[in-house]
């Protein structure tokens, strides 16, 4: 199982989403849909999961709440230029281009695309058969927290362990537009999963939200407690076991069986386990084995 896992929040698209991103790639699977059947006056919310290269992934389709943006998008690493085309021209269909397909200074191929669901991916030709993570997220510090992409990873890297980060490359006089813009790439990984990160080099009003999440499978309560405690510095965000870091990041501190604890049982339990959580912030696993025991 993975430690993080990169959780995309959709309007109503989660399923129809998952199962054309699962067409793009090889070892890539569709898993399954849970319903989360929420008290008035919240909606019901569709839970995906699916792989896509082998990499987990989970979703969810919850109202118009979070809008994806591109400040978190998912870097390809494509091993030839057919496959780097096939995905963009699948991509591109009803979605935005941000930056053509081409040759940059840092890639003989590569392209920028938001799709039509609304998410980002950067695709690059990455030569030699290296032995990389296919998918990688990519953290792009824009607005209020451009030119904190250095001292955020390097406080990720304390709080995760089994943690590395690789050079950090910064933008030269002029390069940026932004003044506030230092770091232009960095690379890093967080408990073995890779990561990579950069300053928006353009003054722009947007920044992290939580369309684009990342879970945290925690092995037990002192975990949870660990990272919330590490993690959580905007008390008005945490709410079911959701928290933003200082950054603006959001995170989901679940225990790793948090899908059978919120799916599994009788229609009651069921039922009284979700409204528990949705009365919590931080996710007390006590509270809710007990909630779900009750006769």
């Not at 109202?63 to 994806?68: E, W």
């Not at 001292?151 to 980060?165: G, R, T």
Request: charged share 25%.
């Amino acid at each position: 199982m993975q430690k993080i896992v990169p959780h995309l929040w959709y309007d109503k698209e989660a399923k129809e989403a998952a199962l054309f991103y699962t067409s793009l790639f090889e070892q890539s699977k569709f898993e399954y849909t849970k319903v989360i059947k929420n008290p008035p006056p919240y909606n019901d919310a569709e839970v995906v999961r699916f792989e896509l290269a082998g990499q987990e992934f989970v979703s969810i389709s919850a109202g118009p709440y979070f809008k994806l943006n591109s400040t978190i998008s998912l870097m390809v690493a494509c091993s030839t230029s057919e496959e780097l085309d096939k995905i963009w021209k699948a991509l591109s269909e009803g979605g935005t281009e941000m930056m053509a397909l081409g040759e940059y200074p840092f890639s003989k191929r590569y392209a920028w695309v938001q799709d039509r669901y609304g998410l980002s991916w950067q695709l690059m030709l990455v030569e030699g058969g290296q032995n990389i993570q296919k998918i990688t997220p990519n953290l792009l510090f824009s607005g209020d927290v451009c030119g904190k992409t250095e001292d955020a990873i390097k406080y990720y890297a304390e709080v995760f362990k089994n943690s590395e980060i690789g050079k950090i490359s910064r933008y030269k006089e002029g390069e940026a537009v932004s003044l506030k813009a230092k770091v232009n790439y960095t690379a890093f990984k967080l408990d073995g999963f890779a990561f990579s990160a950069m300053d928006n080099g353009y003054d722009v009003d947007f920044t992290f939200n939580e369309a684009f999440s990342f879970i945290i499978n925690c092995e037990d309560q002192n975990e949870i407690n660990y990272f919330w405690e590490k993690l959580s510095a905007v008390p008005e965000a945490e709410n079911c076991g959701w928290c933003k870091d200082k950054f603006g990041v959001s995170w989901q501190v679940l225990p790793s069986n948090w899908e059978e604890i919120i799916f599994e049982g009788s229609e009651e339990q069921v039922q009284r386990v979700n409204e528990a959580v949705l009365n919590m912030k931080k996710l007390d696993l006590e509270v809710l084995m007990k909630v779900k025991l009750l006769r």
